[in-house]
């Protein structure tokens, strides 16, 4: 359980390091406010989304194979739910938060998860030379 922890912590600094490169879009987009808060916003939903399959996977082991599936698919629903909530407040406000900050801020999830051998890595350097 604790490589899960370690893993979850490493997925959400790689969102928080690419909601950072993310917000070097700032120099191609008009409304830089707009793009800032919907970049935000979809990192605060990546996050949020990492930390709930994280406990969904921890409740999931907990069950037999039929209702961990239920669980598994009650939590992914949820997370779909979350995500199209944020594309769709970006949507209905477009003034004040991007819809394409919102989903670069969501894919830095995805983003991360393909990182997070490099990231694990390089913390782990981080680490050792402190000791």
């Known amino acids: 359980m604790q490589e899960a ?10 969102v928080a390091l690419c909601g950072i490169l993310f917000l070097t879009g700032n120099i191609f987009v008009s409304n830089r406010i707009a793009y800032t808060l919907g970049i935000l916003l979809g990192c605060i939903i990546a996050g949020v989304m990492s930390v709930h399959m994280h406990h969904s996977l921890e409740q999931a082991m907990l069950y037999d194979a039929e209702n961990a599936t239920k669980k598994m698919q009650k939590g992914t629903f949820l997370r779909l739910l979350l995500m199209v909530a944020a594309l ?3 949507l209905l ?3 004040w938060i991007s819809v394409i900050g ?3 801020g969501v894919l830095s999830l995805k983003f991360s998860a393909y990182l997070q051998p490099l990231t694990h890595k390089v913390l782990q350097n981080f680490i050792n030379k402190g000791r």
């Open 102 to 104: 919102v989903a670069l």
């Open 5 to 14: 922890k370690q893993t979850l912590y490493e997925l959400i600094i790689g």
């Open 88 to 90: 769709a407040a970006a």
């Open 93 to 95: 406000l477009p003034q």
